[in-house]
């Protein structure tokens, strides 16, 4: 099944209704961008493992939790601040509140019974996952056509 573009053209009638769904924003709007919640990724492959970058600016260590469970990596944060400051005239509240959620599916490569190394520095989660052994130590076949 492919999305087809609604076509106003095909009705005799031109009603606003119509007009609406023909606008080519209207999915385009940040309401329905779920990516811009999410913090930008790397993902980088080394000989003995990966290493997974995650973007994610203005929260602290203990905001994080990190899960691993079988082969799905989770990596959550949640940051939730309230400042308050009152005057004899006035009480101003603030509070800001800043969360997401990445599930990332791991390859078979990865060694589940070693740690996950996890810092944070500067506004970069950094995640260290090991590979199996007899993965990592694989030569290079090289395969001819005949």
Not at 9 to 36: A, G, I, Y
Not at 38 to 56: C, R, T, W, Y
């Amino acid at each position: 099944m492919s999305l087809i573009k609604f076509n106003k053209n095909r009705f005799p009638w031109n009603s606003n209704l119509v007009d609406f769904f023909d606008r080519d924003d209207l999915f385009h709007s940040d309401f329905f961008n779920l990516e811009k919640s999410l913090p930008a990724m790397n993902v980088k492959e080394h000989d003995d493992g990966f290493e997974i970058e995650l973007a994610s600016p203005g929260f602290e260590k203990k905001d994080f939790e990190i899960t691993m469970n079988d082969d799905i990596l989770e990596v959550s944060a949640v940051k939730d601040e309230e400042e308050e400051k009152q005057n004899d005239a006035y009480t101003r509240k603030e509070f800001n509140y800043r969360s997401f959620r990445r599930s990332l599916q791991l390859p078979k490569t990865v060694d589940n019974s070693k740690d996950v190394e996890a810092t944070y520095t500067n506004g970069i989660l950094k995640l260290r996952l090991m590979k199996n052994e007899e993965t990592s130590e694989k030569p290079k076949r090289v395969i001819e056509v005949a």
